[in-house]
């Protein structure tokens, strides 16, 4: 049996676990051969792939990144790109694809699984917005590598008496900035699923400065102002129409200093919070959905991807997150907006 091997998308830490998990269990427990897909859906439909042993991945649990690359390619995005991946497939006699991906990598999982490749996926994504799963591998290190910016910005504001302002990933889900924001004790936390008001901020800065020299402002990067509010941010879209990095901080920082007169200050975490070694949680997470999807592939069971429920890891089918993306939610958001 042949089983393919790709990441695809953005970094994160924790990949590279996964795709130690995956090799070690199915060459010694399944006695499969895998074959490893450098740079993504662009690898399988390149040909560009090398066969992976155990030795292949001896010491790569804590290693950050991805030892096979990676890229944001979309097959069905790609003239011919469907058609390459089938031929692709074929050539190597794969009888089964694991693709590890966030929601747009996923969703060419899909697309190839309906096309014919069986394909079984495995979620990434330190955004943590993959419906189906309560979590997905690199969440865990980014919340914790933005929790610990969070901490050491706190004496920085309370020795200069400043307002910080940090400026988290998350475009459409606010999951980093939500989850760090709470752990990290920021006193006005801002995601997209939520939007804001500047004049409240303004307000709830001037009352705790009557008791308390600095303030913490967490921000995803796809905060949006509310409809009818009276400050209105300039653009800070790209050409695609996602959020660009940088840019809904700085405005929001220039906003909260000409209306209080307290001096602020703006750090952006960026690609920092991919990067590194990925922390026990995600180790643990990846390995157990490695597993999974191994298994799975040698039982074939396909068109399905490695969720956590609970405690439990199962396999769900791929029209479960196809199209759709994991806000954070309510309750969550009343608990970090409410402290």
């Known amino acids: 049996m042949r089983i393919g091997l790709l990441t695809g998308g953005g970094d994160c830490p924790g ?49 950050g990144g991805t030892m096979l690359g990676t890229a944001r390619c979309h097959p069905h995005k790609v003239e011919g790109g469907i058609e390459a991946v089938i031929e692709t497939a074929q050539s190597e006699n794969l009888d089964a694809l694991i693709c590890i991906g966030g929601d ?19 979620p990434k994504t330190i955004d943590n917005d993959v419906v189906g ?30 307002v910080m302002v940090v400026e988290l990933m998350g475009r459409h889900a606010g999951w980093i900035a939500v989850a760090a924001g709470v752990a990290g004790g920021a006193d006005i936390i801002l995601a997209p699923e939520r939007p804001f008001d500047i004049d409240d901020i303004v307000k709830k800065i001037r009352h705790r400065h009557r008791h308390r020299n600095f303030s913490i402002v967490a921000v995803a990067e796809g ?9 209105k941010p300039s653009e800070t879209l790209d050409a695609k129409g996602n959020p ?22 703006l750090t952006v975490l960026g690609y920092t919070q991919r990067g590194g070694v990925p922390t026990p949680t995600d180790r643990l997470l990846a390995t157990r959905f490695g597993v999974a999807a191994i298994d799975a592939a040698v039982e074939g069971n396909t068109g399905v991807f490695t969720a956590l429920r609970g405690e439990q890891v199962q396999m769900r089918p791929f029209k479960v997150m196809a199209g759709k993306t994991k806000f954070v939610s309510d309750d969550l958001l009343d608990t970090a907006i409410g402290l």
Not at 104 to 116: F, I, P, Q
Not at 223 to 231: D, T
Not at 249 to 264: D, L, P
Request: glycine letters at 12%; charged letters at 15%; zero cysteines.
């Open 15 to 63: 990949l590279n676990a996964a795709i130690r998990a995956v090799v070690k269990r199915g060459t010694a427990e399944h006695g499969v051969s895998i074959m490893g897909f450098h740079n993504g859906w662009q690898g399988v439909i390149d040909g560009d792939a090398q066969p992976m042993s155990r030795e292949d991945v001896s010491g790569i649990l804590v290693a």
């Open 104 to 122: 747009g990598t996923l969703r060419a999982a899909s697309k190839v699984h309906n096309a014919g490749v069986p394909v079984i996926g495995i």
């Open 133 to 162: 799963t309560d979590s997905s591998i690199g969440f865990d290190t980014a919340v914790s590598i933005a929790t610990e910016a969070i901490d050491r910005l706190h004496s920085t504001a309370e020795s200069h008496n400043r």
């Open 223 to 231: 905060a949006v102002p509310a409809e009818g509010s009276s400050w």
């Open 244 to 265: 660009i990095a940088g840019q809904i901080g700085a405005q929001i920082t220039q906003a909260i200093e000409e209306a209080t007169g307290f001096a602020t200050r």
